[in-house]
Every structure is written in C-alpha cells, then in structure tokens.
C-alpha cells in the first residue's frame, strides 16, 4: 500500500536527515536560548521565535536529501508494491521497457516530467538550501 511505502521510505532516509540535522542543532549557540529566556520569552516562544528560524536552513537541506531521495528510490518500491495504484514514478518509468525493446523516446519525456517536481522543489527552497550547506562548511 501506498501508506507501507511511505513508512518504509521514512524509516530509512530519517536516521541518515536526524544525524545530519545534528550537527546544525548543537551549532546553535546556549547563550542565544539563555537571551531568550532572559528576555522573557517561554520555552515555546524561544523555539518558535528563536530556534526555527535559525534552523530553516538545516530543515531545508535535510528535507530536500529527505525527498530527492524517496523520490528516485527504485529497489525498495519495486519489491514491495504490487498493484499499478500504489507504483512510484520511477517503477512507472520503468514500464517504458520490455525485455527486447526500449522505447527512447517516450522514456526521455517522462523522464524530463520526472525531474520538474524536483526543479520546482528545489527552486521553492534554494537560499534555504545554500544557506544550509554555507552554515555547515563554516566554523565558527
């Protein structure tokens, strides 16, 4: 089912995004969250306020790796979907083949509709995502 998939896709990109994400949380300063809470702010306010806007970045790279990922994954969806309402895109691309014949052309143009969502994705989140790799390439 489309829901299995979905967990199974889950429990293998979020170990690789959590340890990822790590090393952005403890990049944030104590002494930022020590201002908040002096400044009267509430745990809740200090992490939407505070803490979430300065993480924007690393969920925004996280969460990219997290989709491209789940979005090209091939051998897991292969293996575990049966029925043609619960295929991914690529298993759905991969019916452009047979065995003696590769129709090129159409497997070009679903190809090419393959890669737009990413485009646009990726387009909605790029200064979250340079900023992102900018933060985790510089010590400070």
């Known amino acids: 089912t489309?829901?299995?998939?979905?967990i199974a896709h889950l429990s293998i990109s979020m170990p690789l995004v959590t340890w990822m994400a790590k090393g952005y949380f403890k990049g944030i300063p104590k002494e930022?969250?020590?201002a908040a809470v002096m400044d009267g702010c509430s745990t809740l306010q200090t992490m939407l306020y505070?803490?979430?806007?300065?993480?924007r970045p690393a969920l925004a790279a996280t969460g990219?790796?997290?989709?491209?990922?789940?979005?090209?994954?091939?051998?897991?969806?292969?293996?575990?979907?049966?029925?043609?309402?619960s295929r991914t895109v690529p298993i759905a691309l991969n019916e452009f083949s047979s065995?003696?014949?590769v129709d090129?052309?159409?497997?070009?143009?679903?190809?090419?509709?393959?890669t737009i969502?990413?485009?646009?994705?990726?387009?909605?989140?790029?200064?979250q995502f340079v900023e992102g790799l900018a933060n985790g390439a510089v010590k400070g």
């Open 2 to 6: 489309k829901i299995g998939l979905a």
């Open 32 to 34: 930022i969250e020590e």
């Open 50 to 55: 505070i803490i979430v806007p300065l993480l």
């Open 64 to 85: 990219i790796y997290a989709f491209i990922s789940s979005w090209n994954e091939f051998a897991l969806a292969n293996v575990l979907t049966r029925s043609m309402t």
């Open 99 to 101: 065995f003696f014949k």
């Open 104 to 114: 090129w052309g159409d497997t070009m143009a679903a190809a090419m509709l393959i």
């Open 117 to 127: 969502p990413i485009i646009v994705v990726f387009m909605l989140v790029q200064k």
